[in-house]
């Protein structure tokens, strides 16, 4: 999906930017390749090199259906991680996000909340999407706040839905409803 960046994609200190594939540097291969990073993403049952990493960024960007973004800190100057709207249904105006903060000096920051909130406004007011969902780990409890920060609440849990080091872990449901109520400043 290709859409043209407003000044909506940022903020004072995130940037969302369409992700390329030369954006799949070694650093970002790297990511997805260090276990405390992927430990939460269903990349991690792979190895990862800069091609495979550069045709899956071309693949997602010539989705119809995908918005995959980069996402830049302004203080830290650089690419710290990606977030995907997708698959979107148009027919219920509904997207799923997941997001990756790959550079492990963006954590703690707020990144991953800004850049949740960025995405929302993106679905909301240049795609019309009514609702936005998510999914995390449960024991990936910043991510779970993450969402919650940008509006997010639980709507349920999948038990034992995901094995993470061989032992069962529940799925944490989440989801945001664009009401007639939500302004552009949520």
Known sequence: MELTPTAAWQDDEVELFLLGPDDATEEYVGWLNDPPIAQYLE???????????????????????????????????RHVGNIKLGPISRQHETGDIGIMIGASEAWGRGIATRAIRLICAIARDELGLRKVTAGCYAS???????????GFAIEGRRPAQFLLDGKPEDMILM????????????
């Open 43 to 77: 990349s991690r049952f792979a190895r990862h090199d800069i091609e495979g990493t550069r045709q899956f960024v071309a693949d997602q960007r010539a989705h119809p259906g995908v918005l995959f973004l980069g996402i830049r800190s302004t203080p830290l100057g």
């Open 140 to 150: 990936n409890v910043g991510s779970e706040r993450a969402f919650e920060r940008a």
């Open 175 to 186: 989801g945001r409803v664009f009401t007639s109520e939500t302004t552009k400043d949520d």
